[in-house]
Antibody
Framework: QVQLQESGPGLVKPSQTLSLTCTVS??????????WSWIRQPAGKGLEWIGR???????NYNPSLKSRVTISVDTSKNQFSLKLSSVTAADTAVYYCARAEPPLGTALDYWGQGTLVTVSS | SYELTQPPSVSVSPGQTARITCSGDALPKQYAYWYQQKPGQAPVLVIYKDSERPSGIPERFSGSSSGTTVTLTISGVQAEDEADYYCQSADSSGTYDVFGTGTKVTVL
């Protein structure tokens, strides 16, 4: 059973870079063909797709965040990461990592529990 | 940028049928996916590729597609189905994904 767990600072100062890691257990991040994704949700609001990285290393990003986002994979640690630069209070949200398996299209079938990141000085 | 539009809320009595729509210009070309999210929890996939149901999801959840609108149907609604529901799909080129605006289902 695949499990995903987000980790990283819960508080980030405005203008700094938000960095989160998603640790994958129960399977190798580099085996098979998967999309590893990040999604966020401000309190009381809807889900926002941030981006994804394919097992091959190719990436896709939300156009509205593309200039500030980088998603990468560290196969040695079975982790993938999110970096979001120049953060503002609008980036305060619960951040989720998730997996998509191409036979299911881009459906996100496994999710982490989510981690709250607050942007504040 | 691309948007998917859902009704903010749907109310339904137990045992009745709830229908949640999701509209988007690229839906004739791209698959849609549906998620259920309960308070304080991560979303759960309930429908993939417009109408396929993952293992473990009750048969009362079904999906359909017609033109620029996809629909999630919950037949014989139960109290435990009260949650927020989100659709997900891709832009016309398949470059990026978006989530719908979300629909709160209330079981009366």
């Amino acid at each position: 059973q695949v499990q995903l767990q987000e980790s990283g600072p819960g508080l980030v100062k405005p203008s700094q870079t938000l960095s989160l890691t998603c640790t994958v257990s129960g399977g190798s991040i580099s085996s098979g063909s998967y999309y590893w994704s990040w999604i966020r949700q401000p309190a009381g609001k809807g889900l926002e797709w941030i981006g994804r990285i394919y097992t091959s290393g190719s990436t896709n990003y939300n156009p509205s965040l593309k200039s500030r986002v980088t998603i990468s994979v560290d196969t040695s640690k079975n982790q993938f990461s999110l970096k979001l630069s120049s953060v503002t209070a609008a980036d305060t949200a619960v951040y989720y990592c998730a997996r998509a398996e191409p036979p299911l299209g881009t459906a996100l079938d496994y999710w982490g529990q989510g981690t709250l990141v607050t942007v504040s000085s | 940028s691309y948007e998917l539009t859902q009704p903010p809320s749907v109310s339904v009595s137990p045992g009745q049928t709830a229908r949640i729509t999701c509209s988007g210009d690229a839906l004739p070309k791209q698959y849609a996916y549906w998620y259920q999210q309960k308070p304080g929890q991560a979303p759960v996939l309930v429908i993939y590729k417009d109408s396929e149901r993952p293992s473990g999801i009750p048969e009362r959840f079904s999906g359909s597609s017609s033109g620029t609108t996809v629909t999630l149907t919950i037949s014989g609604v139960q109290a435990e189905d009260e949650a927020d529901y989100y659709c997900q799909s891709a832009d016309s080129s398949g470059t990026y994904d978006v989530f719908g605006t979300g629909t709160k289902v209330t079981v009366l």
